[in-house]
């Protein structure tokens, strides 16, 4: 069986994924959606959660992020 979760940021996700790192539940994907529109703390947010990932599981802690094609390749032709 696969176990993802699905983590927008909020609290509700946090408190969910948090919960399951320390029953030590299975987990073999955090996945969120960046929308592209989110606020800088939010971001700074998920740092936080990806750096507690990692001491807890190492790179199999890593969060996979999808990001919506169009919004992505408007900021890349910006650069």
């Not at 969120?32 to 199999?60: I, Q």
């Amino acid at each position: 069986m696969f176990h993802a979760v699905s983590l927008s940021g909020g609290k509700d996700s946090t408190a969910m994924l948090l919960l399951m790192l320390e029953r030590r539940m299975p987990i073999d994907m955090v996945l969120t959606a960046d929308t592209g529109m989110e606020f800088p703390e939010m971001y700074e947010h998920l740092a936080k959660l990806d750096e507690h990932l990692y001491r807890e599981r190492g790179s199999a802690g890593k969060r996979s992020v999808v990001r919506n094609d169009d919004k992505l390749s408007e900021a890349e032709s910006k650069k």
